[in-house]
Each structure stands twice: as structure tokens, then as C-alpha cells.
């Protein structure tokens, strides 16, 4: 096989893989060893005859010399490639919706933060978010806050059931 037969086939294997004989692709393999095109395409020739007795060693030496195994895979796996179109159209889809995704995704996180940031959270209670709820005359969250206090921290009990009493004095 000359230079020039050897560009043709490597530019356009798939068209002129039927006119190379597979002896010209062992003969360049064995010039050749670590050349992975010429294994590939000596793959390509084995995969269209159908039983040939050296397709396993060949699929074993192209996979060795492989960089990319997934062209291999590709070439027997037919249906990745129609997998990979409609992905590719998905993906294409996901992209002109994008936009509109995102005003929906901003405007849900607003409604679930506000909704979040309204709801108390007893496990972020403190002795001063108490006082603060007193003095800015939220006295019924203050005397909630400081019964999860006395659960929360069951030797000051006393200390909180006073300020309860306080406060409880205070609004009446």
C-alpha cells in the first residue's frame, strides 16, 4: 500500500475501507505495531465480514493500542450513536428553556426562603433571640423561647421560669 492509498483510506475509512484487502492492514501492522489507525482499520474490515476467526485478536490488539476504546465501542454499539443524537437534541431543548427554568427555579427559592425565614426554629434559640423578642414586645414568642430554653438547658430552668414570670407580669 502506497502513501497516497493510505491518506484516501485514513480520510474517509468508512467509504474506502471495502476497496483495501485486509493482507496491505496486517503487512502495516507489522511495520507499524504501535500505529492504532491501522489496527482500527483492520478492526473495520473484520467487523464487516461477519465470523471472521481473527476478529477477537484483532478487537484485543486495536484495544491495546487504543487512546480512545470508545470509537471501538461505537463501531459494533450502533445504537450509542442514535443515543447520543437524542441527547444531544435534549440538550439543545434544556438550553432554549433555560432562560424561563430559571425565572421559575428564582421565583420558587423566593417563595420557600420568605416562607423558611418566617418560621421560628427552636434549635437556633437563644437566651439573647429571647430578650431581643422581649424588648421588641414579642412577648408570646419571648415566653415561648424561654420554655425551649428550660428544655433545652435544664439546670437554668429556674432562672428562665422567672423570666417567664417577668414577662408574664409585664404584659398583664
Known amino acids: 500500500m502506497n502513501k497516497e492509498k493510505f491518506n484516501i483510506l485514513v480520510s474517509s475509512a468508512d467509504k474506502n475501507i471495502q476497496s483495501v484487502d485486509i493482507k496491505d492492514l496486517n503487512e502495516l501492522k507489522r511495520k507499524f505495531p504501535y500505529c492504532y489507525v491501522i489496527h482500527y482499520l483492520s478492526l473495520m474490515k473484520l467487523s464487516q465480514k461477519n465470523n471472521d476467526i481473527n476478529i477477537d485478536e484483532t478487537i484485543t490488539q486495536a484495544s491495546i493500542h487504543s487512546y480512545d476504546r470508545k470509537m471501538i465501542y461505537n463501531l459494533f454499539n450502533k445504537k450509542s450513536k442514535i443515543e447520543k443524537k437524542s441527547?444531544?437534541?435534549?440538550?439543545?431543548?434544556?438550553?432554549?428553556?433555560?432562560?424561563?427554568e430559571r425565572e421559575r427555579s428564582v421565583e420558587n427559592f423566593t417563595e420557600i426562603s420568605i416562607n423558611q425565614s418566617i418560621l421560628d426554629n427552636d434549635n437556633l434559640t437563644t437566651e439573647t433571640l429571647a430578650e431581643l423578642y422581649f424588648n421588641q414586645g414579642h412577648n408570646e414568642r419571648a415566653i415561648q423561647a424561654y420554655k425551649i430554653l428550660s428544655l433545652k438547658y435544664p439546670k437554668k430552668s429556674s432562672l428562665f421560669a422567672n423570666r417567664i414570670k417577668y414577662i408574664k407580669s409585664k404584659t398583664t
Request: proline share 0%; hydrophobic share 50%; net charge positive.
Open 87 to 100: 441527547l444531544k437534541f435534549i440538550f439543545t431543548d434544556w438550553l432554549k428553556n433555560l432562560s424561563k
